[in-house]
């Protein structure tokens, strides 16, 4: 029988609810798709098969069932006539026809099932395959947007590493240059003082300098006495 062994297998298998219960869908759906297209590909060869065999017993059947109406119209024209010899030659064929039309029947009936279930496996197979490869797609839009977004935020990430990086370079220049203020501040007050250190000793070296001559004119003039 062939593929047609599989028919109720293939004709009750779910395709959701396999894909539902696995934790890897994209490899499910891959690896159930080949076997799908190997069940099509045997399905429609023995669909081709067994179609010509249904045309085979259809056309078998056909000529017998012809073959007993003239038959029995033979028989009814011998009886006209009178003969009837040949009448019962006749009917004695076609009652073995007869009994090969239920045999031709039969034959064409099963035929006909099989190339029916054989029709019944295709289009499950094809719609199966139609919901896999919808699957699939609505699979692929998920990752890619999932890889989208992921590059989103790593370039979030990025820019929140530089904007955090550069906040800190501005932080970092902004205290040296408050630190350089600072600095310069401090070497003109520093300037200040040591302008304002002289003059106090340019002062203080000038009022010693009077008394030491005062000194100096007191001795000499004790001297004259």
């Known amino acids: 029988m062939g ?6 297998e293939i004709m009750e298998s779910n395709v959701n609810a396999l894909l539902d219960k696995t934790e890897d869908p994209e490899k499910t759906i891959n690896d159930y798709m080949r076997n799908l297209n190997s069940d099509l590909g045997k399905v429609k060869a023995e669909t081709a098969s067994m179609l010509a065999d249904e045309r085979r017993a259809k056309r078998a059947l056909d000529e017998c069932n012809a073959e007993i109406k003239k038959l029995q119209k033979y028989a009814e024209k011998a009886v006209e006539a ?11 064929r076609k009652a ?12 064409y009936d099963l035929a ?6 054989m029709k019944q496996m295709q289009d499950k197979l094809v719609s199966d395959m139609g919901r896999l490869e919808a699957r699939r797609a609505e699979l692929k839009e998920k990752l890619a947007a999932a890889k989208a977004q992921q590059r989103l935020i790593s370039g979030n990430d ?3 590493s530089f904007d ?22 401090a070497k ?6 040591l302008i304002a250190q002289l003059e106090k000793n340019m002062s203080t070296n000038t009022n010693t300098t009077a008394e ?7 001795e000499k003039m004790n001297k004259k006495e």
């Not at 009178?82 to 004695?92: H, P, Q, R």
């Not at 006909?112 to 279930?117: C, D, I, L, P, T």
Request: hydrophobic share 45%; proline share 0%; glycine share 2%.
């Open 164 to 185: 955090a990086m550069e906040e800190k370079a501005n932080r970092a220049l902004d205290e040296a240059m408050a630190l350089a203020e600072l600095r310069a501040g």
């Open 3 to 8: 593929i047609l062994s599989n028919f109720r």
């Open 82 to 92: 009178g003969n009837e010899e040949d009448a019962l030659k006749f009917l004695e």
């Open 188 to 193: 003109e007050d520093d300037l200040d003082d």
């Open 112 to 117: 006909s099932a099989n190339a029916v279930k």
């Open 158 to 160: 990025v820019n929140s």
């Open 96 to 107: 073995t026809l007869a009994e090969k039309l239920s045999e031709l029947q039969t034959a």
């Open 212 to 218: 030491d001559e005062l000194a100096a004119l007191k």
